[in-house]
Every structure is written in C-alpha cells, then in structure tokens.
C-alpha cells in the first residue's frame, strides 16, 4: 500500500521519540528520516521503525468515549487562554498601530499625537469587562 503524508510525518514523531528517549543516534534518526520522507509504500516506513518499541497506548476510562478523553483534555489546558490570546491580538494590533503611527511621524518630520492610545484604550477596557463580566451565554469561565 502507497504511504500517505499522514503515514510518514507518523513515522517521522515516532523516529523523533525514539531520538529523544535515546534509542537513536542523531546520525541514525538523521539517516531514517530522509528514507521516512522519501518512502513511498507503508512497507518502507515499517522497515525504518521494526526495531524501535511500540508507541503507548493512552489510558481511556472505560466509562469515557475516546472522542470526548481528548476534547476533555483541550478543555482543562487552562481557563485563561481565551483570553491571553486576545491580548496576544492586542499586542500584535498595539505593534502594527504603532509602526503606523512611527512611520506617519517620521515621513511628516514632526511627531504626531500618539493616536493608537485611543482605539488601543477602548479595546484594552473591553477585554478587561470581559474578564470582570463574562457572557453568561458562551460557557467560557474568564
């Protein structure tokens, strides 16, 4: 059977393990990941991983469905990350406000008032109602 992209970047994590437990040396991992990559049925990829021990299996509760073991485990990441990530845009539009901003100042020769504070402001106090007040519709704890 033809290996899938799928099939070789499996082999490439398991080869990678395998270097980081120390099964393997740089060399060796180096070597049998040029051949995963370039392999092109799945008996080229099995040949590069037979003397390399099988994967663990993940414990699943027995009352849990494997679906719901991994979407349970995105879930309790942390509760805080919806909202570290919206100040991660924050940062990322406070950057590009502010390089327009620098860039309108130099091309004018004078320094213009630092317009970004406004639409930064209200968006920082909107995110900061988030967090004192979260919508009770969405199911997200703040």
Known sequence: MRASDS???ACAERLATALSEGRL???EYERRLDEA???VVMGDLRGLTADLPEPPVPAVPDDAEPATVGANRSTLVS?????VDE???WLGGA???TGIWGVTSIMGGNLVPYWPLVPLGIW???LVAAAIWPDEGSGSRR
Not at 79 to 83: G, L, N
């Open 87 to 89: 100040w991660r845009w």
């Open 95 to 97: 950057v590009i406000m």
């Open 124 to 126: 920082a106090a909107i």
């Open 25 to 27: 040396d740089l060399a």
């Open 79 to 83: 509760p805080w990350k919806d909202w």
């Open 37 to 39: 990559m370039s392999a």
């Open 7 to 9: 099939d070789r970047d």
